[in-house]
């Protein structure tokens, strides 16, 4: 039997508890498929985009034997269509071998076609004699006939991410060498996940355009004037343990830092459903980094509001949520507003919503100047509310 849909909507303290439970009540635990399942797979490896996607290799090693890579020229570069290209390359120097830039690697330079608008990564790695690598760098090459691609794909093994992630740059990304911009990331819910399990993939990286964000960049409806990377990345798997979830987010954001121009003081996360509950979780395990979240339809108990103030909260539920009782939410940010943040959570309501469709009011701006008048309304466009907000 299937995992029920009500599962997607536990989070926070009781979310390992409760989410035993909701397996044992979908056929899991101790039944004999279970059992002849594990049973089977033993035997078998795991895919190995499955170990390449879990791995928690960092980034950055920071390690000071390490080569240092240079990128030559601009980090981005603004490429009018059908110009010619010619790469600036990079060179790498050693402590203890020297200049070895004889033997970087650049990557994806035969991706690059002028004729086609679009924003090309080109990555430069390089190891020492003691196979100890550099941190990777990147130029990104923006083809444009004036107007740049509203969004870029990433599939796993085109970048050094672990995962795959769409990715948008702001229109003047590539006006200024010296700006950084702030950062946006974007969670997704339940069932789309990469893989179901080590063995079996469970969703291509093109579900992640059932996010609102994803899907008006696509339609041509992202207001171009915000300043966010957005980056909406897919999970390796629908984990059960949230700080397991926090720790592979973490690595996904060490990687942005170091590919993008990120202004670190404005790093923003928002999520739906279990989503949601990964963003909550994000600010309990790493509470000093986001300068402001907000979680949709999922809520995260009231046991840790405590360590939740210290990250501004703006979290929404649809009234004709099934999923996730919009109560469940309003309890979360009273926990926090409990314990006296310096800047009071919020919590809008949008009367008529359900789990679902409740994000394209929200992302999209429709929804302003609606909610349920018992709690916060939305009064004023999310993205600038997170711009309003600095993490340091």
Excluded at 100 to 116: E, P, R, W
Excluded at 146 to 164: E, K, L, N, Q
Excluded at 197 to 204: G, N, R
Aim: aromatic letters at 10%; proline letters at 5%.
């Amino acid at each position: 039997m299937s995992i029920t849909k009500i599962c997607p909507g536990i989070y926070g303290g009781t979310f390992i508890l409760f989410a035993i439970s909701c397996m044992t009540g979908c056929g899991g635990g101790s039944s004999s498929g279970e059992l002849s399942h594990a049973a089977s797979s033993s035997s078998r490896s795991a895919l190995q985009e499955y170990t390449d996607c879990t791995s928690t290799a960092p980034v950055n090693i920071h390690n000071p034997a390490q080569p240092v890579i240079t990128l030559n020229g601009d980090r981005v570069v603004n490429l009018p269509l059908n110009s010619a290209y010619i790469d600036a390359g990079a060179t790498a120097v050693d402590p203890a071998d020297g200049d070895i830039s004889s033997k970087l690697q650049a990557l994806g330079l035969d991706t690059v076609n002028t004729a086609v608008a679009g924003d090309y990564l080109i990555r430069y790695r390089v190891s020492n004699r003691a196979s100890i690598a550099a941190t990777e760098v990147v130029h990104i090459v923006r083809v444009n006939s004036g107007t740049f691609v509203p969004i870029s794909i990433r599939y796993v093994g085109s970048t050094s991410a672990h995962v795959g992630y769409y990715e948008h740059l702001p229109v003047n990304y590539s006006d200024d060498p010296a700006q950084k911009f702030p950062l946006l990331i974007a969670q997704h819910g339940f069932y789309h996940a990469r893989f179901l399990d080590p063995y079996t993939v469970q969703a291509p990286l093109n579900i992640l355009e059932d996010n609102a964000m994803v899907h008006l960049m696509r339609q041509g409806l992202w207001d171009d004037s915000l300043p966010f990377i957005v980056l909406a990345f897919q999970k390796c798997i629908d984990d059960t343990i949230p700080t397991i979830t926090a720790q592979r987010t973490k690595l996904f954001i060490d990687y942005a830092i170091n590919t993008y121009q990120v202004d670190t003081s404005r790093i923003y996360m928002t999520g739906h459903s279990q989503g949601a509950g990964d963003t909550w979780d994000y600010a309990l395990n790493y509470p000093d980094q986001l300068a402001a979240i907000v979680p949709v339809s999922g809520y995260y108990g009231t046991q840790s509001g405590c360590v939740l103030k210290s990250t501004p909260a703006w979290a929404f539920n649809g009234e004709q949520d099934d999923v996730v009782d919009f109560h469940n939410v309003v309890q979360t940010v009273d926990s926090i507003n409990a314990c006296q943040p310096q800047e009071r959570a919020k919590v809008t309501v949008l009367k008529g919503f359900s789990h679902d469709d409740i994000q394209n009011p929200i992302f999209s701006l429709s929804g302003l100047g609606t909610g349920l008048s018992a709690y916060d309304i939305y009064d004023q466009s999310i993205y600038e509310w997170m711009l309003q907000h600095h993490a340091f």
